[in-house]
């Protein structure tokens, strides 16, 4: 096995013209970005209620209406990372998610690294690059990865998240040995 993966040594990315560094997330990071899906994610009878509000489902309407959403929730659990399927979109499938998980993965190798710094890097990138950092940061291997010019779609988030129609890509990996300039 390859000293790198034993270590889970972190890479140099160049995002949004930047360099960070990026590597896989310990425990503690990964259980940041579990809390942060648990408190976000709804169950069916959360969901239930805030349609009802939105509806305008009078009181005495509510609880036929609520009925099956109530069944259906109990024993219910956020997904958990690693373990049931659909947790990257949960992280990544809205603007808040992507933002506390570019904060969570950026700030890990980067002391000081804010959130509102996480906000304008999300806002310079396109979905293609979130993917590359969430490949790193999660410790996703791709098929090519030593291939020059290999495409950095993550196992994970190709199929679940779309591609956004921009070409160029903002994110560009490195070694870790500086340079000599």
Known sequence: M????????????TIAGKTYTVGPLSLYNMGM????????????????????????????????????????????????????????????????GQIFFLYVALSAHEPGFTM???????????????????????????????EEGSDPKGPSLATSMPTSATTSSNVTESSLTPSQD
């Open 116 to 146: 509102d710094q996480a906000e304008e890097v999300c806002k310079a990138i396109d979905q293609r690059e979130l993917n590359r950092i969430f490949n790193v940061a999660m410790d996703l291997r791709e098929e090519d990865e030593s």
């Open 2 to 13: 390859p000293l790198v993966d034993v270590t889970a040594a972190p890479r140099l990315l």
């Open 33 to 96: 970005l579990q809390r942060f899906i648990d408190d976000n994610c709804k169950s069916p009878l959360r969901l239930a209620q805030e349609e009802c509000e939105e509806l305008g489902v009078p009181a005495n309407e509510r609880e036929e209406w609520l009925a099956e959403p109530r069944r259906k929730s109990r024993g219910w659990k956020s997904p958990k990372i690693g373990i049931d399927s659909g947790w990257p979109m949960l992280l990544l499938g809205s603007l808040e």
